[in-house]
Nanobody
Framework: VQLQASGGGLVQAGGSLRLSCAASGRASSSSAMGWFRQAPGKEREFVAAIMWSGGSTIYADSVKGRFTISRDNAKTTVYLQMNGLIPEDTAIYYC???????????????????????WGQGTLVTVSS
């Protein structure tokens, strides 16, 4: 298993959840990690990304100020702290690893699904109103 996502669940609006994504094998040697989500009936969309080296981050406008992506290099694990959850955040959340040699985040690159080489199995987040 390259990427193992966990931490999803059912939460009331306004609540918080923290997702985790443990990387192993080749995925643990990636340059950047991203979180994406797919709501029912919608296409998968970018949520956030982080560089293993340096920890720089980028976020989708819809989650800025509410979600925080972080990483623990020693554990090769990436987290997504989600606060102020709203029903519109209901989705399956996927983590992904970018194996490119890029040394910094490129917004036009790291927001695209095709830029990532490894994907986790997804974890369901349901926010009730």
């Amino acid at each position: 298993v390259q990427l193992q996502a966990s931490g999803g669940g059912l939460v009331q609006a306004g609540g918080s959840l923290r997702l985790s994504c443990a990387a192993s094998g080749r995925a643990s040697s990636s340059s950047a990690m991203g979180w994406f989500r797919q709501a029912p009936g919608k296409e998968r969309e970018f949520v956030a990304a982080i560089m293993w080296s340096g920890g720089s981050t980028i976020y989708a406008d819809s989650v800025k100020g509410r979600f925080t992506i972080s990483r623990d290099n020693a554990k090769t694990t990436v987290y997504l702290q989600m606060n102020g959850l709203i029903p519109e955040d209901t989705a399956i959340y996927y983590c992904a690893a970018d194996a490119s040699p890029l040394r910094y985040l490129v917004a036009t690159y790291h927001v695209r699904e095709a830029s990532y080489d490894y994907w986790g199995q997804g974890t369901l987040v349901t926010v009730s109103s």
